[in-house]
């Protein structure tokens, strides 16, 4: 079946645009999760929704980042008044249930570049 | 300190060698582990899980210290395909978020 999937693959903005990611998780998945993933490290936790609410962001790292899954389906990161230290590749991932012990499924990430 | 760490190589081995990996954690807290690998420009898969009685999976061997917070992976007979980036990483209490280490290189070469 169809895996997650994020649009745009690929992102480049000025300083100081904003810029609104994508995640369709997989069908059917109550977890959803972003991640940032700076170059040669590996990906840090930025939020967490379980069906529509927004359970945790306590890793959205200002007030310039948002995020949003209305429908408890497809999520939106947000990022305003983008800075160079945003760039990086972000990461969604979804989960089936509510427990830790269920795998969480990444899609392809965004690639953000800040010029 | 990172709460996830891993030595970042990279690993350069010949093909069938075995090679090890280790990882620590500092939250005590943490209740699943995993072993997840990422192809360069690609995202993090899951390998597999780690469970206090060590587990394997055909090549692959994982262990968990539970009392000094550590985790392992034994890779045999290394193949090609074994290059990648692997990544340790840890579940918090709380069962959400995944905390991931920086990841370990491996290039295995012919």
């Known amino acids: 079946g169809a895996g997650v999937s994020q649009s745009p693959r690929y992102k480049v903005a000025k300083r100081g645009q904003d810029v609104a990611l994508r995640c369709d998780p997989i069908?059917?998945?109550?977890?959803l999760f972003w991640y940032q993933q700076a170059l040669g490290q590996g990906p840090e936790f930025l939020t967490y929704f379980q069906n529509e609410a927004q359970l945790d962001k306590s890793g959205l790292p200002s007030d310039r980042f948002f995020a949003e899954r209305p429908e408890g389906s497809v999520s939106t990161l947000k990022i305003q008044r983008t800075q160079q230290e945003d760039s990086a590749v972000y990461l969604c991932?979804?989960?089936?249930?509510?427990?830790?012990?269920?795998?969480?499924?990444f899609g392809p990430g965004t690639r953000l570049t800040v010029t | 300190r990172k709460e996830v760490e891993q030595d970042p190589g990279p690993f350069n081995v010949p093909e069938g060698a075995t090679v090890a990996f280790n990882c620590t954690y500092s939250n005590s807290a943490s209740q699943s582990f995993f072993w997840y690998r990422q192809d360069c420009r690609k995202e993090p898969k899951l390998l597999m899980s780690v469970y206090s009685s060590g587990n394997e999976d055909g090549r692959f061997t994982a262990q968990l210290n539970r009392a000094s917070q550590y985790i392992s992976l034994l890779i045999r007979d290394s193949k090609l395909s074994d290059s990648a980036t692997y990544l340790c990483v840890v579940n918090s209490d709380a069962g959400n978020m995944l905390t991931f280490g920086g990841g370990t290189r491996l290039m295995v070469k012919p």
């Open positions: 991932a979804s989960r089936l249930g509510t427990s830790g012990h269920y795998e969480q499924y």
């Open positions: 069908s059917g998945h109550v977890s």
